[in-house]
Antibody, heavy 122, light 107 residues
Framework: QIQVLQSGTEVKKPGASVKVSCKAS????????ISWVRQAPGHGLEWMGW????????NYAQKIQGRVTMTTDTSTNTGYMELRSLTSDDTAIYYC???????????????WGQGTLVTVSS | DIQMTQSPSSVSASVGDRVTITCRAS??????LAWYQQKPGKAPKLLIY???SLQSGVPSRFSGSGSGTDFTLTISSLQPEDFATYYC?????????FGQGTKLEIK
């Protein structure tokens, strides 16, 4: 079946970087985007950006632009999200999701990975 | 950024009730709206896309409507598994934004 499986829990110190992976299966990887969304403890959902695995095009939320890099490896059907210069405000569950294309952009997200908890603490 | 405001923030209802959740966008987003369901400790699940299209596998008791700035998610007859938090999301312009969520609780 169609699924995306994420890497495990991370604990990082302020100023460090984290790289989360997202392995897709059950569909043609390059026919859909990969989007990343995060959720701080007890809070709502925040869209971070997406990547087109077919050509590497990305679109990042301005709030984190300059600190985030999204990549894909089409040989392993895996997406990656690297976030640098971490602060305590980056403590959250990070989700990847298959992103559906409409009118030249990626819009809806389904299915989602199980989430990766990233804790930033000294 | 487009602000998405959901109402109510929480609602109590009983099995079999009809429930409506509203999502208002701070500017027009045509029909570029999705609804997600999230249960505690789980990832969100897509229910509705393009404002009114039912995602494959989602029960028909879920329906969506609206366009422009005002949207609704309706659950026609609540089932025990429907108690969760619901989020709307706009995909009209970047950055994509979500509503703050509506928690649906058992009365």
């Amino acid at each position: 079946q169609i699924q995306v499986l994420q890497s495990g829990t991370e604990v990082k110190k302020p100023g460090a970087s984290v790289k989360v992976s997202c392995k897709a299966s059950g569909y043609t990887f390059t026919n859909f985007g990969i989007s990343w969304v995060r959720q701080a403890p007890g809070h709502g959902l925040e869209w971070m950006g997406w990547i087109n695995p077919d050509n590497g095009d990305t679109n990042y939320a301005q709030k984190i632009q300059g600190r985030v890099t999204m990549t894909t490896d089409t040989s392993t059907n895996t997406g990656y999200m690297e976030l640098r210069s971490l602060t305590s405000d980056d403590t959250a569950i990070y989700y990847c999701a298959r992103a559906h294309r409409n009118s030249g952009s990626y819009t809806w997200f389904d299915p989602w990975g199980q989430g990766t908890l990233v804790t930033v603490s000294s | 950024d487009i602000q998405m405001t959901q109402s109510p923030s929480s609602v109590s209802a009983s099995v079999g009730d009809r429930v409506t959740i509203t999502c208002r966008a701070s500017q027009g987003i045509n029909s570029w709206l999705a609804w997600y369901q999230q249960k505690p400790g789980k990832a969100p699940k897509l229910l509705i896309y393009a404002a009114s299209s039912l995602q494959s596998g989602v029960p028909s008791r879920f329906s969506g409507s609206g366009s422009g700035t005002d949207f609704t998610l309706t659950i026609s007859s609540l089932q025990p598994e429907d108690f969760a938090t619901y989020y709307c999301q706009q995909a009209n312009s970047f950055p994509y934004t979500f509503g703050q969520g509506t928690k649906l609780e058992i009365k």
